[in-house]
């Protein structure tokens, strides 16, 4: 199996971050298991609702702590980080019509693509969400503060 186990070196000290790591990192196993022994979508297709439901509620908590960023010194970073999110939500949403994003010539080649995005963006997280609690921005506060970050001001890809 690909997909990375949960381990306490991956904590980034954000409890309900972590705790949504772990948890994606879960079902992605439990995925990825059932997609070895399987070509038919519809038998994994419980498992990536549980996963699509946690990881847009998860992308969009992230991306309203991230835009607490001062954006001078992290703007092209968290916008690039967005955008990830953003691929991995398109993705998931074609699986749950019962499709394979195109691209991909079969199930597993799909998810091993896929959970190896999954992976780089928590590598991201690394980085993005230690400067976050380094410089105290890990709570969010009030929507206003970082409504306007975005320098386009388009809404965010959530």
Same mark, same amino acid.
């Given at each position: 199996?690909?997909?990375?186990?949960?381990?306490?070196?991956?904590?980034?000290?954000?409890?309900?971050?972590?705790?949504?790591?772990?948890?994606?990192?879960?079902?992605?196993?439990?995925?990825?298991?059932?997609?070895?022994?399987?070509?038919?979508?519809?038998?994994?297709?419980? /498992?990536? +609702? =549980?996963? !699509?439901?946690?990881? %847009?509620?998860?992308?969009?908590?992230?991306?309203?702590? @991230?835009? $607490? /960023?001062? +954006? =001078?010194? !992290?703007?092209?970073? %968290?916008?690039?980080?967005?955008?990830?999110?953003?691929? @991995?939500? $398109?993705?998931?949403?074609?699986?749950?019509?019962?499709? %394979?994003?195109?691209?991909?010539?079969?199930?597993?080649?799909?998810?091993?693509?896929?959970?190896?995005?999954?992976?780089?963006?928590?590598?991201?997280?690394?980085?993005?969400?230690?400067?976050?609690?380094?410089?105290?921005?890990?709570?969010?506060?009030?929507?206003?503060?970082?409504?306007?970050?975005?320098?386009?001001?388009?809404?965010?890809?959530?």
């Amino acid at each position: 199996m690909r997909t990375m186990v949960w381990s306490e070196h991956f904590a980034l000290g954000h409890d309900r971050i972590d705790r949504e790591h772990r948890r994606l990192l879960e079902l992605s196993a439990q995925i990825e298991a059932r997609a070895e022994t399987t070509t038919d979508l519809d038998d994994i297709l419980p /498992l990536c +609702r =549980d996963f !699509f439901r946690l990881l %847009v509620a998860h992308c969009f908590y992230e991306e309203q702590l @991230l835009r $607490k /960023l001062p +954006r =001078d010194r !992290f703007g092209s970073h %968290v916008d690039e980080h967005c955008r990830g999110h953003a691929r @991995l939500i $398109k993705q998931a949403q074609t699986v749950l019509t019962g499709q %394979v994003p195109s691209g991909f010539e079969s199930l597993q080649g799909f998810f091993g693509a896929y959970f190896e995005l999954m992976h780089d963006l928590l590598v991201d997280d690394t980085e993005l969400v230690g400067s976050l609690i380094r410089e105290g921005y890990h709570r969010l506060g009030a929507p206003e503060v970082y409504a306007n970050w975005r320098p386009d001001g388009a809404a965010s890809p959530v």
